[in-house]
């Protein structure tokens, strides 16, 4: 009896076994037969124009800091912010009375050089008179002449003190240099200025106005891209919805500003250098100070097959999966790296090479996900070029983003996907951003 409860037990046990494991299998089975919901586009001939985007500031293209070179309070301003002002105009009077008493005095100083010099010449001419006539010595002679030309050498001090004070109160009086706007006033009635030549200290600018440009900081990755003459758009944001024409005049040579990173903890540090585009258009109402992005157009292609950007994907060359192209939890520093190159005692292995990886697309064909190489080339905001892989009308897989960038796979089995309304195709692709 128990023997056959027994054999009654085992055979259950391995019915359950065997429907538990089918059913694994066929879900399996189902799982893998189910089709991945694709969007597909058409390879197509396109104009391709590739772009670099920066941020900068307007500015005029011509303008001068007016500053003066001597101290002094201001005493008279005429002009106020935003005043047309015509080159040779008055804008600036300083507190004349010091430098008119500088002058007085140094008109005193070189009366008195002249009269000393006036009376050491004649003692001069009297002292060779009576040498000749054997009246005086040799060494009164001496003297007198002597006493000439240090009366000579303070006519010519008192001479450069007397111009250098007339210069000085003319410096009391500032004219604008140029025609063009106030575009900047820094002082006011009373205040002092420094004067210094060496360190400015502006009391306003006149700019021209009609031509302005945009100061754009360019990152060091793509300042190599950037030719003088490149043509641009410029987006003024004072100016929504609005292109302006800009062209490419002047590149820095040297980086303008570094980043605040902290080398000592691995931080990396952004680098821009500067580049001036100058505004074509003919702007009313432009001041100098808005903010304002540029697009420079570094090369084109007239004529060329593309696709989609994301339509791209990356994949290891060797095992053709998704590649994680993300940093390590603990990155080491260049010292570091170099530390171990030296010693011969770098893990090479670890690090990703050009080689190892390869870019494609996948090609919708008879319900299936076919994987093929390409070779790409420049890429515009929203296309990107290939010049070999595929031809013009290839059907090619460009999205889901998320399937394109981890799932699909070569000879994955894939259906497209529903057409879906406007609000939801809108929340797939907030989700899919946000993977």
Not at 59 to 71: F, W, Y
Not at 143 to 154: G, H, I, K, S, V
Not at 155 to 172: G, P, Q, V
Not at 246 to 255: D, Q
Request: charged share 30%; glycine share 6%; hydrophobic share 40%.
């Amino acid at each position: 009896m128990r023997s056959k409860k027994k054999k009654i037990i085992i055979i259950v046990i391995i019915l359950l076994v065997v429907v538990v494991g089918g059913g694994a299998i066929y879900q399996s089975q189902q799982k893998k037969d189910v089709a991945i919901s694709v969007t597909v586009e058409e390879a197509a001939v396109r104009r391709i124009v590739a772009t670099v985007s920066a941020i900068g500031k307007i500015e005029p293209v011509t303008q001068v800091k007016l500053s003066a070179e001597i101290p002094g309070r201001i005493v008279q301003l005429p002009v106020k912010e935003g005043q047309y002002v015509h080159e040779g105009d008055f804008l600036v009077e300083l507190d004349p009375e010091l430098y008119i008493s500088n002058l007085d005095a140094a008109k005193s100083a070189l009366r008195s050089a002249r009269a000393a010099k006036q009376k050491a010449d004649a003692d001069l001419r009297r002292i060779s008179e009576l040498v000749a006539k054997g009246m005086a010595s040799e060494a009164d002679l001496d003297a007198a002449q002597a006493n000439a030309e240090l009366t000579a050498a303070d006519l010519d001090r008192a001479e450069a003190n007397e111009r250098n004070a007339r210069e000085n109160l003319a410096k009391t009086r500032l004219h604008a240099s140029m025609t063009g706007t106030i575009s900047l006033l820094n002082k006011e009635i009373g205040e002092l200025t420094l004067g210094s030549q060496f360190q400015e200290d502006v009391i306003l600018v006149i700019a021209d106005l009609s031509k302005m440009q945009v100061r754009a900081e360019v990152d060091e990755h793509d300042i190599v891209s950037v030719k003088l003459g490149d043509s641009s758009f410029v987006e003024i944001d004072a100016f929504p919805d609005t292109q302006f024409v800009g062209i490419v005049t002047e590149i820095a040579e040297s980086a303008s500003n570094v980043g605040t990173g902290n080398s000592l903890v691995g931080e990396a540090a952004a680098t821009n250098f500067d580049v001036l585009v100058s505004i074509v258009d003919s702007i009313k109402g432009i001041r100098p100070g808005m903010s304002a992005t540029v697009d420079i157009a570094t090369d084109y292609r007239n004529s060329a097959i593309s696709v989609s950007i994301q339509s791209v994907a990356i994949r290891d060359a060797k095992k053709g999966e998704a590649v994680e192209l993300k940093a390590k939890e603990k990155s080491q520093s260049s010292r570091e790296i170099e530390a171990q190159v030296k010693s011969g005692t770098l893990d090479t292995t670890s690090l990703l090479t050009r080689q190892e990886l390869e870019s494609g697309v996948f090609l919708y064909k008879e319900g299936k996900a076919e994987w093929m190489p390409v070779r790409a080339g420049i890429a515009s905001e929203r296309h990107m070029e290939i010049i070999e892989g595929i031809a013009e009308g290839d059907s090619v897989i460009n999205g889901p983003y998320r399937v394109l960038a981890r799932d699909l796979k070569d000879g994955d089995a894939v259906k497209l996907k529903e057409e879906k309304k406007e609000g939801e195709k809108q929340k797939e692709d907030e989700e899919e951003t946000e993977d």
